[in-house]
């Protein structure tokens, strides 16, 4: 059955996340209203997940839902914050009831999970296009940017490197070790902002960013912004199993450097903070490790590398790049 532009809000996203109580006003207006509290900093980010681009014609809408909302919380865990609320502008090749369903429910339980309440949006005919903007909030004495590595600083990353890429290979007809198929879709269909360890890092990192472009390129935007250089030692990346065995067979250290849609934290910290962030992970239980040192020689290096070079591999994803 057809539903209309106001009934798919009304059925589908009219009360989805956690309710807060400084949403004034929410979807239903012209404009939510909305209360930030005292002393805090807005973060605000926003990310457009198109068909064909991001992600293939008839993903699991629940795993699409899940993953719009995840790549932008993704981005307040690299500044720190915590989240507070999201719009949602849906472009729509048609309204299928089905599919609004399954994408809702994904959406509306990953806003539960983080206390995100959804506010407000848009919907209209077209190209599937999935627009998603978050907002939080941060401590301005606390928050993580990408311009405040030194050198010195030890450089970290959470969790594994590279799964989410390796599971678009395997897409591709690329063998993935045996019983790790479905953990690697995993990682790339539902992967997991790191809010917690964000916010843990906040106020004992120096800088950090998320990988969503690839670890040398997102590496790359720190060390610019920061007018550093980085040193990372390849036998020190965080690697799970079918990762490790895929470079064992291949050779090919590109995925985990320049691989995407990992939305992990790198980040940089003083060394003498190291036990401090240590504890911090540990009581996360985050998987996490050191991978390097920042320097002062501009660009990010890699030692350890077979030949010394990567083969025919750019810094990482570029929407306007040559191909």
């Known amino acids: 059955m057809a539903v209309s532009e106001f009934e798919i809000i009304e059925t589908y996203f009219s009360h989805t996340g956690t309710p807060r109580e400084d949403v004034v ?21 926003i990310d457009t997940l198109v068909e064909g681009v991001h992600f293939f014609a008839g993903t699991d809408p629940e795993a699409l839902g899940h993953k719009a909302l995840a790549v932008n919380l993704s981005d307040l865990a ?24 399954a994408f809702s429910a994904g959406f509306a339980t990953l806003a539960e999970r983080f206390g995100v309440q959804l506010v407000g949006g848009d919907t209209t005919r077209g190209p599937l296009t999935i627009t998603v903007q978050v907002q939080g909030f941060t401590d301005p004495g606390k928050v993580l940017r990408r311009d405040r590595a030194r050198p010195g600083d030890r450089i970290g990353v959470t969790g594994t490197l590279g799964d989410a890429a390796l599971a678009l290979k395997l897409g591709a007809g690329v063998e993935p070790a045996a019983g790790t198929g479905g953990a690697l879709t995993e990682r790339l269909h539902r992967p997991s902002p790191r809010i917690e360890e964000g916010r843990a890092l906040a106020g004992l990192a120096n800088a950090a ?8 390129a997102d590496l790359g935007h720190i ?24 470079i064992k067979e291949t050779g090919d250290w590109s995925i985990p450097l320049t691989g995407g849609d990992d939305y992990e934290l790198c980040f940089t910290a003083r ?7 240590e504890a911090e992970m540990h009581r996360l239980g ?18 350890g590398l077979p030949g010394g070079a990567l083969k025919g591999v750019a810094g990482g994803y570029e929407h306007f790049g040559t191909p």
């Open 25 to 45: 006003l929410g979807v239903g207006d012209d404009c939510a209203l909305l209360r930030t509290p005292p002393g805090q900093l807005l973060a605000v980010s």
């Open 78 to 101: 690299a500044a720190g914050a915590s989240p507070a609320w999201a719009t949602l502008a849906l472009t729509l090749p048609d309204n299928d009831t089905a599919w609004l369903k």
């Open 209 to 216: 960013i998320d990988v969503s472009d690839g670890l040398l």
């Open 223 to 246: 060390c610019s912004q920061s007018g550093v250089g980085a040193l990372i030692d390849i036998s020190l990346l965080p690697l799970s199993g079918a990762m490790a065995a895929h």
């Open 271 to 277: 060394p003498q903070l190291t036990p401090k962030i």
């Open 286 to 303: 985050s998987g996490f490790c050191w991978i390097g040192e920042i320097g002062q020689a501009p660009g990010v290096r890699c030692r």
